[in-house]
């Protein structure tokens, strides 16, 4: 019995790791559209006429990217409704709908 080679380890393409980082991205947005947040509660008029929350500077999100601990975890929008995520940098959230 031969012992196998480590296989090399490659560099990403640029097609490769923009294909990645828009995957990263759609995540992103499904996890940000589909997550209630306590916020949304407490913001919501109690006579009902405006039921859609939208996303401002302070508030807190949580982002959960499959089989990435490293990129998952609670962000918080800053003055300019952004957050920043590794690998993506500054991502503009302000106004975004829950």
């Known amino acids: 019995m031969t012992a196998q080679p480590?296989?090399?380890?490659r560099?990403?393409?640029a097609p490769a790791l923009t294909a990645v980082i828009g995957q990263v991205l759609?995540?992103?947005l499904l996890a940000?559209?589909?997550a209630p947040t306590l916020a949304q509660s407490e913001a919501e008029p109690a006579s009902g006429?405006?039921?859609?929350?939208?996303l401002g500077p302070g508030d807190k999100?949580?982002?959960e990217v499959f089989n990435q601990?490293?990129?998952?975890?609670e962000y918080v929008l800053d003055g300019s409704g952004q957050f920043s995520m590794p690998l993506i940098g500054l991502v503009d959230a302000a106004?975004?709908?829950?």
């Open 49 to 54: 006429t405006d039921a859609t929350y939208k």
């Open 6 to 9: 480590a296989p090399e380890l």
């Open 11 to 13: 560099r990403l393409s």
């Open 95 to 98: 106004g975004l709908t829950g």
């Open 61 to 63: 999100i949580q982002i």
């Open 69 to 73: 601990d490293d990129l998952s975890g």
């Open 26 to 28: 759609l995540w992103l």
């Open 32 to 34: 940000v559209a589909s």
